[in-house]
């Protein structure tokens, strides 16, 4: 009989293609990133007087460019740069990095503000206004200067239709001197001029020269940084470079370097699953079919239980057809609930949802076939959106539930 601990031994002794796994998980940044040292030379420039003349002007620039090409590995690679550069300079200056796709209101999002910038501020029930002053207040008892970035704001705009780049405008005119809070927003490119908050003629007045677009990447730049997470995750020999360049082919049609690492983390877990010794290129072919550059798994994550099993309904029922009635999409998410053991919303709270799917990019709603509203997901393959779905929803109704116990 196999014991359990003859289970274990087998387990952790089975050989694997990996040397460190979490090398190649999104939240790794890598300290050297690849072909974007121009770029973070410019941004150096922009916020270079945070630290050369700390209180003289807090720079507010924007990035954007299309997903996967490296806007928030290359906001934490400048935000630790420039807090070792002014910890040198002896300017207490705090790097805060806050992406607002998690984050649903206006009010919390101040208040993670808040809690970042100053060690134990307390928020105790107070409007965001009243927050931001007395983080500020605080800012200088300390005499800290804070970076700020606001990633995926495009996406926090359209959610919740706040316009936080105005708003925190408004709050920078309200500070007294001196200028203790530089910011950095980040977006994609598709909403820039989509979203009437992100208007080209908008953001020209509010940042002039501090705009930088990163360009996608070429099929030998993604080679280049594919060969440094092998280095740094796989074990010595089990990657030939042309695998790698194989990858990297698949990759350059979208420039993406998230798709081209899920591909090769795809790659290599294949490998390890069939107890082969190396990641073949029959392996990539394999991860190609559960990937997709348009299936984000932080973007789905980002979403509130009740609008994943929305999605997921939604997606399932629209593997055979175009468009789906709103009927159907309801229909579906309550068996979705019933077998994720999940309690559903009401029909109104729901409609909230589906208009919410709609402003993050995930559905499109037609509203001009008379009353009835048909529901469609034209951008994006649907039996991988939902095969991960399904795994992101069994972990949310997991979490949920262990929250409330
Ligand atoms: N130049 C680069 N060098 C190394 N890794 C990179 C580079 N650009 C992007 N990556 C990696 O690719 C993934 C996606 O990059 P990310 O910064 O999240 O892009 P974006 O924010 O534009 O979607 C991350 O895992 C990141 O570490
Ligand atoms: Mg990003």
Known sequence: ????????????????????????????????????????????????????????????????????????????VLGKLLTSQANKRGVSLRYVHINCKFVYTMSSLVDQIALKAIDGFSVRGAGPDQVFRAMYHRLREHNRYLLLTLDEVDWFINRTGEDVIQQLHRYREELEEPKRLAILFITRIENIGKTPQLKRSTTNRTFAANILELEAYEGDELKDILAQRVELAFKDGVIDSEVVGFIADQSRRYGDAYYAIELLWKAGRYSDSREDLKVTPEHVRMAKASCDPSVRRDDLNSLTTDEKLLLLGIAQVSKDRAYISQKEANSEYLSCCEIYRWRPVSGGELLDHLHVLERVGFIHLDRSNGEATRISIPDIPVTILAENLRQIVVRAVRDEDSDQK
């Open 1 to 76: 009989m196999i014991t359990a601990e003859d289970f274990a031994k087998e387990v952790l002794n089975r050989h694997s293609v990996f040397q460190d796994e979490s090398k190649l998980d999104l939240d790794y940044t890598p300290d050297k990133l690849p072909h974007r040292e121009d770029e973070l030379k410019k941004l150096l420039w922009m916020f270079k007087s945070l630290i050369q003349r700390p209180g003289s002007s807090a720079p507010v620039a924007l990035v954007y460019s299309s997903s996967g090409t490296g806007k928030t590995s290359l906001a934490k």
